[in-house]
């Protein structure tokens, strides 16, 4: 029988080969070693999780509570006695449930109102300045993360880029590794992202290549709402079929007595696949962790979750994608161990969807969505942010939830807080031009 090695003696070789297997892109960057530096800010890690496509935020955490939201999403709303409960308004969706439980410890919260400078809707324009951290798109043409690492001095820098070209969010002068995918990933499920990273700066190509991605994203949506929506793997396999939460277009019953058993067969498929998923996204969230707490591992982390464009068959997609993320926190958690309380893990996107939902069981692009802010050292508090509520005349040019906060206030917040950046260089290298964007305090 061979002994298991613990996180902390897991080679780092070990581990790339562990990521290399899970079909979703990992990045990380790497800052001085523990014993380099003195003091308990030395041990500070900071880990952001870039959810592409345009996460829901009122499904990520729907206001419940809020008079304006059933009638607002429709066939989309999570049901009240459904959703996990945070306060009086607010609860998170039903897969998110090792969020909750932190959550529940005061280890996470959530700013329900948030986004970046930009409104033009545009995933490459958005994600540009949510990556860039600038005021406008284009603005900049280096990562805010990287900077941060410029910026916080001299070190031993560990870094790892995944696919053909690094991440934005991690571009500049401070070098980072590459790995691409290999034999054992879905490639055909990561080149849709790779190709849109390396056209992204292309004014021809990256706006043409845009609208084919958003065309087969509906496709396939399309035919997601044709089939039941599959569960959350690790909940009760019939919660999520409960009024509210089923797709609005669905065969009719002739079809589907006829195709019952070959749709209790692919029901049954499907939840093994989405099984196999979560693991597999709890281990990328436990393997970043065997990084990040080896000497001299990475204080500063980046993950890119794809997949999150929901213009038609929203409720289905959204349960595995937010099953996903949920397993790759709760691996990051594990996984990090006594380290979970020098740590702080951000999950954001570049856009929120509509208020409203739409004809295809979807929203479309939108403005303010939700942020998740995770971590053992985080102070027990309730909203990041303030609620602009959902009431006709609050919502965004008639059709998106309002933003009351940027999101580059958040991440200079903890950036000067938890990880100890000086105030000046966040406002002047790091987050330039953001002086509206005033930093979040009291969080950690």
Request: charged content about 20%.
């Amino acid at each position: 029988m061979t002994a298991q090695a613990s996180p902390q003696t897991t080679s780092r070789r070990s581990l790339l080969l562990q990521a290399a297997g899970l079909g979703v892109s990992v990045s990380f960057l790497g800052g001085s070693a523990f014993a380099a530096a003195d003091g308990a800010m030395a041990r500070r890690k900071l880990v952001v999780i870039i959810c592409r496509g345009g996460m829901d935020g009122l499904t990520i955490s729907p206001p419940i509570g809020d008079p304006d939201y059933a009638a607002l999403r429709g066939a989309v709303a999570v049901a009240p006695d459904q959703a996990l409960k945070l306060d009086g308004t607010f609860g998170l969706h039903p897969a998110l449930q090792s969020v909750h439980a932190l959550a529940l410890k005061g280890q996470a919260r959530i700013a329900p109102a948030i986004a970046s400078p930009d409104r033009a809707r545009s995933h490459f324009e958005a994600q540009d300045v949510l990556e860039t951290g600038a005021a406008q798109v284009y603005g900049v043409n280096t990562g805010w993360l990287n900077r941060t690492l410029e910026v916080m001095g001299p070190s031993k820098v560990e870094g790892l880029s995944v696919g053909a070209t690094a991440p934005l969010i991690l571009r500049g002068k401070v070098q980072a590794a590459s790995w691409s995918p290999g034999k054992g990933v879905d490639e055909a499920a990561r080149l849709p992202t790779l190709l849109q990273d390396l056209y992204k700066a292309d004014p021809l190509m990256g706006p043409a290549f845009a609208r084919g991605l958003e065309t087969e994203t509906m496709a396939q949506a399309a035919m997601t709402a044709l089939n039941p929506a599959p569960a959350p793997v690790s909940t009760d396999t019939t919660a999520m079929n409960t009024s509210g939460m089923t797709p609005q277009v669905a065969a009719p019953p002739a079809v589907a007595q006829a195709m019952a058993p070959t749709a209790m067969t692919q029901d049954a498929r499907a939840i093994a696949g989405q099984r196999q998923g979560r693991e597999a996204a709890r281990k990328l969230g436990a393997t970043l962790a065997g990084f990040m707490v080896q000497d001299g591992g990475p204080r500063i982390a980046a993950i890119s979750l794809d997949g999150w464009d929901t213009h038609a068959g929203q409720v289905g997609q959204l349960n595995t994608r937010l099953s996903y993320l949920d397993a790759v926190l709760d691996g990051l958690n594990t996984g990090l161990g006594e380290e979970w309380r020098n740590t702080v893990v951000v999950a954001a996107t570049e856009f929120g969807r509509t208020a409203r939902v739409n004809g295809t069981g979807g929203t479309d692009h939108g403005t303010g969505s939700t942020a998740l802010v995770l971590g053992g050292g985080l102070r027990k508090g309730g909203l990041i942010g303030d609620w602009p509520t959902l009431r006709p005349d609050a919502l965004f040019e008639n059709r998106d939830v309002r933003p009351t906060l940027d999101m580059r206030g958040l991440f200079k917040g903890v950036l000067a807080d938890h990880m100890g950046v000086d105030r000046a260089a966040l406002e002047t290298r790091v987050f330039p031009d953001s002086a509206d964007a005033k930093p979040v305090s009291g969080l950690v």
